[in-house]
């Protein structure tokens, strides 16, 4: 790794969001085995590069159980639980049964998650426009609306929600008006993760007591830029979502990036190196410097402001 002009040792980070369950942490890339798992290399380089706390995303029933028994292994690891709006045609099925009986199911295993302790939030769950090939609106939106309910029952009442949102307009603003944020009760509050939307729409986001969740893919163009520069500070999460949304040389944020990491090709792999375009939890240090060149503070800033916001709305990361 290169050197960096400020010392990495003064920054601690929480990565909020990390699919550590994917394919690619056990060396399979499009189907094609390239090398042997090394989800503990990985995770060895999270934490000499500082990583206090991870959040490993889930998107199905079986990835929350998984994610679950990883954050088991290691008490710096925390997991979601929920269903991402992609696939609720593929998880949900075609009847109400079908329906009932999975959110029976995932309500076990967020009952699971609270008792153990790993359980930081509800989700990913939301909408997704971008990508309907996979899942239709109506059926994305009755899957968040269920989600919505479960977050609602008394055991849940305090677990926040871990928010997608994808070029939707104020769909899933409204959704959450209607069936979270309902009859003045105080609720546990959440992140829109990876966005990349208007400061417009963040604002109003941040307006019903949310969280921003800023990624390399909210970093692409002078426009994310722009927005990421007046996001409120103590609104503001950072998270890897490795391993995609890696920070390229293409990016209009790549440019305020000082730490590099040794890496090789999938096909050239080397034990102990990051893979190209693989992104990992160690490179939430390019994410914050990005951050801190936008808004022309220091990388200690921004990291200590998201790891004290990630702390006050993940209350069970101080466990």
């Known amino acids: 790794m290169s050197s ?3 010392d990495k040792s003064l920054c601690s980070y929480v990565d909020i969001g990390a699919n550590l369950l994917d394919e690619m942490y056990q060396g399979s890339y499009r189907g094609k085995q390239r090398h042997d798992a090394d989800l503990d290399l ?3 380089r999270a934490w000499e590069n500082n990583l206090d706390k991870i959040i490993i995303t889930a ?3 079986e990835e929350s159980k998984k ?3 990883l954050a088991k292994s290691d008490k710096r690891l925390f997991c979601t639980a929920g269903v991402h709006p992609t696939r609720c045609s593929q998880e949900f099925g075609d009847s109400e049964e079908s329906w009932s009986i999975y959110i029976d ?6 009952k699971e998650g609270l008792q153990e302790g790993s359980l930081a939030a509800l989700g990913e769950l939301g909408l997704d426009y971008a990508r309907l090939e996979f899942c239709g609106k109506e ?3 009755k899957g968040l609306i269920k989600q919505l309910e479960l977050a609602k029952e008394e055991e849940m009442k305090d677990l926040p929600l871990f928010l997608h949102n994808r070029e939707t307009g104020e769909d899933l603003l409204n959704i959450l008006k209607e069936h979270y944020f309902t009859d003045g009760v105080e609720r546990a509050g959440g992140v829109v993760h990876s966005f990349d939307d208007s400061i417009e729409l963040a604002m109003k986001f941040i307006d019903l007591g949310l969280y921003i969740g800023i990624n390399g893919c909210s970093l692409k163009t002078e426009d994310n830029l722009q927005v990421v520069k007046e996001i409120p500070m103590d609104k503001l999460l950072i998270e890897t979502d490795c391993p995609w949304c890696d920070i390229r040389a293409t990016h209009a944020g790549s440019q305020y990036v000082t730490t590099k990491f040794e890496q090789k090709t999938e096909k050239k792999y080397e034990a102990g190196l990051c893979v190209k375009n693989r992104y990992e939890p160690c490179h939430i240090v390019q994410v914050c410097q ?8 220091t990388a200690e800033e921004v990291a200590n402001a998201s790891r004290n916001n990630a702390y006050k709305l993940f209350g069970r990361l101080n466990r």
Do not use: F, W
Request: proline residues 0%.
């Open 4 to 6: 960096t002009t400020e």
């Open 42 to 44: 990985v995770l060895h």
């Open 59 to 61: 998107g199905t029933l």
């Open 67 to 69: 994610a679950l028994e």
């Open 105 to 110: 199911s995932l309500r076990n295993v967020i």
């Open 139 to 141: 059926t994305q939106k």
């Open 290 to 297: 990005v951050v801190s060149g936008v808004k022309g503070v």
